[in-house]
Every structure is written in C-alpha cells, then in structure tokens.
C-alpha cells in the first residue's frame, strides 16, 4: 500500500524557519518524481514545487523560488521541504503528493496525496 | 503563469443529477489536465487525467472531456459520497496550477 506521511508542523513565530519531511512507503520511492502542494485554511490548492527521482531537477513556483528548498534522501525514502522566512501567509496544510507514473510516462498530476501537516505562522 | 478559471464556485445537486464543472485554461494546455476531489478534512484524490482518461478505481460516473482551453468534469448520477470539492489542475507548463475549486453540495 502506498503511504505518504508528513511530519513537522507546527506552530512557528513570523520569520524562522521550519523543515517539513514526508516519509514513504509501499512502493519504490526512488523511481518516482515527488511534490508538495499546499492549502491555506479555507482556500484552494497551491503548487510549491517537485523533485525528480535523482534531485538533478527540481522545479518551483516562482514565488516561493527564494524561500523554500526541496530535497529528498532515496536511502530513508523521504521528501523533505526547507521553509526559510516565514510569514502569516504561509500558514497552510502542507501535502505531499506523489507524480504520477502509468509505467511508461510520468505526468504531472500527483496520484496519491500524504494527509498533511499543518503549519501556522504566527507570534 | 497559465490560469486557471474554474466555474461554479458552488452548487448544489439531487440525487442521480447530472452536473457539470469547467475550468477555463488562460492558454491552451493540450488535454494536460487533471481533476481531484476532496471530501472534507482529507487529501485530494486524483479522478480524472490526461483530461478524460479515468484513475483507476474511480467510479465511472466521473467523466471529463475538453480541448484546448476549455475542459468539464461530469458527475452522472450524483451520490451521497460525491458531496466534495473540485479542482481542477493544468500540467502542460510550469508553474503546475490549480482552479480555485468548486464545492459540490446535495441539495
């Protein structure tokens, strides 16, 4: 079965910074691309960014190009989010999500989902 | 970045109702889109891929279409368990995004 759990959120004062990982499990971790999306309390989906299976290319959304750093160890089978600078607008749910793989091709959607950390910002 | 426009915001169905969400792409996406539902309190699950190819174990009530820039997700036949949110979601460029959702209610 597949499994995605984060872990390390939490309350954190404006402008410190916080390391979010995300364990894996049930399938093979290091052939897959991985993301993080995040959902601030009541609104919608955002996408901060992915990794691919040997960190040689990880993309972000741009606005979050400068604060957060994604990473990844293939060995603890983990995902890993640094978030640097923190504001009262990063206060969300922080999901990870696994990239979608039929076999033959990987797409860009994620096809299964960690439950989610919460993570408030506030002093 | 490519918007994404997603309509209704909110609406509310019968039982065994038919409905229907859009999304709107500000640019062609070339059927790179995707369809989630969340129920409340829990992760997005991937319904629909690839615009109208069905994720395994997905009823298959749900069924999206499109082209170009605009895309539909359909619900045929409404259920208890299909109360939820939708959003809809484009992979044909970076920065991945996200319609703003849709909240599906039982009338």
């Known amino acids: 079965e597949v499994k995605l759990v984060e872990s390390g959120g939490g309350l954190v004062q404006p402008g410190r910074s916080l390391k979010l990982s995300c364990a894996a499990s049930g399938f093979s971790f290091n052939d897959y691309w991985m993301g993080w999306v995040r959902q601030a309390p009541g609104k919608g989906l955002e996408w901060i960014g992915e990794?691919?299976?040997?960190?040689?290319?990880?993309n972000y959304t741009p606005s979050l190009k400068d604060k957060f750093t994604i990473s990844r160890d293939n060995a603890q089978n983990t995902l890993y989010l640094q978030m640097s600078k923190l504001g009262s607008e990063d206060t969300a749910i922080y999901y990870c999500?696994?990239?979608?793989?039929?076999?033959?091709?990987?797409?860009?959607?994620?096809?299964?989902w960690g439950p989610g950390t919460m993570v408030t910002v506030s002093s | 970045d490519i918007q994404m426009t997603q309509s209704p915001a909110s609406l509310s169905a019968s039982l065994g109702e038919t409905v229907s969400i859009e999304c709107l792409a500000s640019?062609?996406?070339?059927?790179?889109l995707a369809w989630y539902q969340q129920k409340s309190g829990k992760s997005p699950q991937l319904l629909i891929y690839a615009a109208s190819r069905l994720q395994d174990g997905v009823p298959s009530r749900f069924s999206g279409s499109g082209s170009g820039t605009r895309y539909s997700l359909k619900i045929s036949g409404m259920q208890p368990e299909d109360e939820a949110d939708y959003f809809c979601?484009?992979?044909?460029?970076?920065?991945?995004?996200f319609g703003s959702g849709t909240k599906l209610e039982i009338k």
């Open positions: 640019e062609g996406i070339s059927n790179d």
């Open positions: 999500a696994r990239d979608y793989y039929d076999g033959t091709y990987y797409y860009w959607y994620f096809d299964f």
């Open positions: 990794i691919n299976q040997d960190s040689s290319t990880i």
């Open positions: 979601q484009q992979s044909y460029k970076y920065p991945l995004t």
